[in-house]
């Protein structure tokens, strides 16, 4: 496993966790560290994607989080939570990948129907 993933999915869980302080108010630095860590997860989803050139789903997920940070930021404290809703919609996606394989893309012809994985 790459330093990319490590770094992805170290930062996307200690959000997880930063996340449930930062809604339930337990200090006023954990709202910093949880955008922190958000702008780490959508930096590294966006070079992963672009390293690998898979733009998936799940890596569009992962960026979703910072939209809500900016609203955050920019006056809107509800952006904050927003963040934090869909970096559980990101993870809930994550899990399901794990346990659900990709759908089977089905390829037309003109003459024959080819099944690709």
Known sequence: MGW???IH????VLALVLGGLMLAEWAPW?????SLLMVISFVSAVMISWWTTSWVRGHFLAM????????????YPI?????????????????YRGFVPPPRLKVFTSDTTIERM
């Open 64 to 75: 979703t989080p910072v939209f809500g940070i900016v609203l955050g930021y920019a006056g």
């Open 30 to 34: 954990v709202t910093h560290a949880f």
């Open 79 to 95: 952006g904050f939570a927003l963040a934090y809703g869909l970096l559980w919609l990101a993870f809930a996606h994550f899990i």
């Open 9 to 12: 999915s170290s930062a996307g």
């Open 4 to 6: 990319d993933v490590i």
